[in-house]
């Protein structure tokens, strides 16, 4: 899958936990935003610092909240590295193989909350949504014979 693909958020288990979570909902997306953004950050710096056990929490925190809001390819690449952090742990190695997977979370995770924002911000319509201020009128021909 690439990152560029429309496949990075499910827009109906997205939506459906807009109505679910009702006015707490852009609350509630700042957190994930907030949290995932720290989750990431101390991913890669787990993999820098060679630190398996720093990277089990904080993927496990992202997978979650991204599967609140329908971002299942950022909480499957989280999940892998979850997964594979604690088998490491187990084997006392490092996972040198999940480089490339933190570089796709990043991505994922850029590309998903860029799809957020532009889902939720105010000024823009959203597909299926007509009307607004500054429409087009649709009765220019009104009164002309």
């Known amino acids: 899958m690439n990152v560029s693909d429309g496949d990075v958020v499910?827009?109906?288990?997205f939506e459906k936990?807009?109505?679910e979570l009702g006015p707490g909902f852009i609350r509630i997306?700042?957190?994930f935003r907030e949290d995932g953004q720290k989750s990431v950050a101390a991913i890669e710096q787990a993999m820098r610092e060679q630190n398996?056990?720093?990277?089990v929490i904080p993927a496990h925190t992202i997978k979650g909240e991204a599967r609140q809001f329908g971002a299942d390819p950022l909480a499957t690449v989280a999940e892998l590295i979850?997964?594979?952090a604690r088998l490491c742990i187990e084997t006392r190695r490092f996972p040198?193989?999940?480089v490339a997977d933190v570089v796709k979370l990043r991505q994922l995770w850029e590309a998903t909350?860029?799809?957020f924002d532009e889902a939720t911000n105010p000024l823009k319509s959203r597909p299926g949504q007509s009307g607004g201020f500054g429409r087009r009128a649709n009765n220019q021909n009104f009164g002309r014979l």
């Open 10 to 13: 499910d827009w109906a288990h």
């Open 17 to 19: 936990a807009r109505a």
């Open 29 to 31: 997306l700042s957190y």
């Open 52 to 55: 398996t056990v720093a990277l």
């Open 82 to 84: 979850e997964n594979t």
């Open 96 to 98: 040198d193989e999940l």
């Open 113 to 115: 909350i860029g799809m």
